[in-house]
């Protein structure tokens, strides 16, 4: 009885429900690896420890953050202690995206995100492509270990999502981090 309602209110109504605390511990995270990936990058480097914390600081500092409880925000800091051990990048050039905005009609043609002949979208954490032509594409969970999800729909959308806007790509392979647990 609710689902409809809800996906009336959401997708129709444009009305959405004020995010819980493990979601917005998600985004936070999110945006601090976002911006780390894309630092990393842009700077050549393997890792930046420091950079992470100016960071991770500079996020916690933002509106992204306002209104977090405390118990939901001291989470954040083990969760990206976890992460810099995961985040190290002996050739940083395979780094392709961080939180890729991708969209692709009922044709598999690519199409902004926002647009409303969007027939799938995917938001992809990080998407590495090495010299043979490989693409990894790497999911950051932050919630709790969750058993049989390589198989999931989410992650098979993003393969796929790849595979129709990437075709030269040889393979494609899905990778997940549970930042939490540091693994």
Same mark, same amino acid.
């Given at each position: ?16 429900? #004020?995010?819980?605390? +493990? ?5 936070? @995270?999110?945006? %601090?690896?976002?911006?780390?990936? /894309?630092? =990393? ?23 992204? #953050?306002?209104?977090? +409880? ?5 989470? @954040?800091?083990? %969760?990206?202690?976890?992460?810099? /051990?995961? =985040? ?96």
């Amino acid at each position: 009885e609710e689902c409809p309602a809800k996906f009336k209110a959401e997708y129709i109504e444009g009305r959405r429900e #004020a995010p819980t605390p +493990p979601m917005q511990v998600g985004n936070v @995270v999110h945006e %601090i690896l976002d911006l780390y990936v /894309k630092h =990393l990058k842009d700077n050549q480097k393997q890792s930046d420890f420091d950079g992470l914390e100016r960071i991770q600081e500079s996020v916690l500092a933002s509106p992204l #953050a306002a209104g977090l +409880p405390f118990d939901a925000l001291s989470e @954040v800091g083990p %969760i990206i202690e976890n992460a810099a /051990k995961l =985040l190290v990048f002996p050739d940083h050039s395979k780094i392709q995206g961080s939180e890729l905005m991708l969209a692709v009609d009922r044709n598999w043609k690519s199409v902004p995100f926002e647009s409303a002949k969007a027939f799938v979208r995917g938001k992809i954490d990080r998407l590495d492509l090495d010299e043979e032509g490989c693409v990894t594409i790497t999911d950051y969970k932050t919630g709790r270990l969750i058993e049989g999800i390589e198989g999931s729909v989410q992650l098979g959308l993003y393969a796929s999502l790849v595979m129709a806007l990437m075709p030269q790509a040889k393979s494609v392979d899905v990778v997940l981090e549970y930042l939490r647990q540091g693994i």
